[in-house]
């Protein structure tokens, strides 16, 4: 027997039995029952209720049904979404905590090009230096070269100026025309 046939039936036996309880059951006045309008407004209250009752219990228990169906799909749907967030929070953490190693290791990385790029400059300065000393002393060399040869010129200019003088003054007319004569024969056999 289910719950709602036993209740209907508790309900019925205690609206007849105050129904039937009272010494004139259609008696207007004075008796210590229940009237008889009250009576028959109480059992068209109950068939009515049966009635809404056996009428309206599968509607309502398909539409309880349903509803049960549709939070326990929301809540598998709620707890299908939450595993998926949740994987993509921990995603979001191993990627940011592999951008941050990626970070960290760039960042060694520029370290130690800038370090290798600073010894580069440093070999290229001192070679270039070492460059720059050895150009200067060629062009000291250089210098000092044509300083000399400058210098030889002049003493050259020098000695042969010294010598036409002391010539000029040793030699006498004579031996100048013999001079004369003995380069111009030179002059003629280079010819």
Request: a positive charge; glycine letters at 6%.
């Amino acid at each position: 027997m289910s719950r709602f046939s036993a209740w209907s039936g508790y309900v019925i036996f205690g609206i007849l039995s105050q129904a039937f309880s009272a010494d004139d059951l259609w008696a207007a006045g004075g008796g210590g029952g229940v009237p008889g309008e009250v009576f028959w407004q109480i059992i068209s209250f109950v068939l009515l209720l049966l009635l809404l009752i056996s009428v309206l219990k599968n509607p309502i228990r398909a539409f309880l049904r349903k509803r049960r169906e549709e939070i326990k799909s929301s809540l598998e749907q709620s707890a299908k979404k939450e595993g998926e967030s949740q994987k993509t929070f921990e995603n979001w953490e191993r990627k940011l905590n592999s951008l941050s190693q990626e970070v960290a290791d760039l960042h060694q990385k520029i370290s130690q090009e800038g370090e290798m790029e600073r010894q580069r400059i440093v070999e290229r300065a001192l070679e270039e230096g070492d460059r720059i000393r050895q150009q200067a002393k060629v062009v000291a060399e250089q210098e000092v070269k044509k300083a000399r040869t400058a210098l030889r010129r002049e003493m050259v200019a020098l000695s042969i100026e010294l010598a036409e003088k002391l010539l000029k003054e040793s030699t006498y007319p004579q031996d100048q025309e013999r001079l004369v004569r003995e380069y111009i024969g030179k002059m003629r056999e280079i010819r």
